[in-house]
């Protein structure tokens, strides 16, 4: 069983920034790819950015240029960076490990952007 604990959010300032973790239990974090989504009241949960066992990364287009994911295998921990934040990125962030059967999913961590 894996469990993913998200922790980083909070209320920030248009322009700000954030760096967001999603810590793993268990021993299989290192095998799988990992991600960031998000979902914003009313909309459908969205991809915001992937990263492969091996360190390959995919990102939406609203994020590209402003986030960066990325991951410590040793620590079984996932980050995402997000910089020069805008009001659109308020939204409930989850963090997903993407087994090839099964998908598990943290409780998510809320970032609110605003002034």
């Known amino acids: 069983q894996v469990q993913l604990v998200e922790s980083g959010g909070g209320l920030v300032q248009p322009g700000g920034s954030l760096r967001l973790s999603c810590a793993a239990s268990g021993s299989i974090f290192s095998r799988y790819t990992t991600g960031w989504y998000r979902q914003a009241p009313g909309k459908q949960r969205e991809l915001v950015a992937t990263?492969?066992?091996?360190?390959?990364?995919n990102y939406a287009d609203s994020a590209k240029g402003r986030f960066t994911i990325s991951r410590d295998n040793a620590k079984k921990t996932a980050y995402l960076q997000m910089n020069s934040l805008k009001p659109e990125d308020t939204a409930v962030y989850y963090c997903?490990?993407?087994?090839?059967?099964?998908?598990?999913w943290g409780q998510g961590t809320q970032v609110t952007v605003s002034s």
């Open positions: 997903k490990l993407d087994l090839i059967t099964r998908a598990y």
């Open positions: 990263i492969t066992r091996d360190g390959r990364t």
